[in-house]
């Protein structure tokens, strides 16, 4: 009997330090779990959630851990606090700078249509076809700005403009004016859904208008009989450039002589051009004439 037992007895006296070292591992894992890691895990679920949510979730669970775990728990409280409430006064900021600048633009198109029933007034007191023509012409780059400051007004962003719609506006107004010439006019766009920067879009009108007063006072009738007014808007991407490209051309009568103009708008067309940093070309055949300008795109840039 004692020959049996000592075997087993020397067994259990070598597993008793190992079964005690298993046990002790095993309080381990369950004390760190409860103390710890069920905590931290806890706190990490919560910081996820407030960074897609923004919600700050509490926490009944945080009275029982370590004071340690309980300080970062404050800590991420207090910051998450505070970050919501500097996010709401950024908000708050950045819709009064809208408004603000919404209010501004509404105004100087307010001036810029005052300024034109000005000159509308004076056309009608002047008796000079000539002067009347260059009053006429002087409204017509008013109106372009006022319409590039409502094309601001109106759009829910302030840092950009979509061109296509504003240069549908710029064609029809022209053609309203024209319109008294008798000369009847078949207008075909093709436009590209292209969106701008108010500093290519102020520039680029005052080219469109210049080009648009030109085509109407000195285009006519082409071989065919038709008076035809092309208005082209292409954006083009090549690589990882954009570029935008205005095409406007009008037919012309090629029997008939070129009156004498000033000079004034092409002169202008080249400082609009040059302040776009684009590349012009100026299209002189004998049945039609007009322009291509082409420049990149720029996008937008908080600096």
Known sequence: MQRTSAPWFAVSTLLFP??????????????????VLRHISDLGRR????????????????????????????????????????????ENALFEREVLLKEVHHRVKNNLQLI?????????????????????QFQDRVTS??????????EPSLTHIRFDVLLSDLVAQVNAVAASNEKPVEIALDLDPVTLLPDQTSPLAMVTTEALSNAFKYGGP???????LK??????????????????????????????GTGLGKRLILAFASQLGGELTQID????????????????SPD
């Open 116 to 136: 034109s029933s000005i000159i509308n007034m004076q056309v009608r007191q002047v008796a000079s076809p000539e002067a009347v023509a260059a009053l006429r």
């Open 145 to 154: 700005l006022a319409s590039v400051h409502r094309a601001l007004y109106q």
């Open 47 to 90: 910081m996820r959630r407030f960074a897609t949510y923004r919600d700050v979730e509490t926490s009944e669970k945080i009275d029982d851990a370590p004071s340690e775990i309980q300080t970062i728990n404050e800590t991420f409280e207090g910051m998450a606090d505070q970050l919501l409430r500097d996010e709401a006064d950024l």
């Open 222 to 228: 082409g071989r065919d009989g038709v008076f035809l």
């Open 285 to 300: 055949e004998r049945d039609r004439h007009g322009l291509t300008i082409t420049f990149d795109y720029q996008p937008f």
């Open 18 to 35: 190992f079964l005690m070292w298993l046990v002790g591992i095993v309080v381990a894992v369950v004390s760190l779990n409860r103390l």
């Open 231 to 260: 208005v082209h808007l292409k954006e083009m991407r090549e690589g990882g450039d954009t570029s935008v490209r205005l095409t406007i051309e009008n037919s012309v009568d090629p029997e008939a002589l070129k009156p004498p």
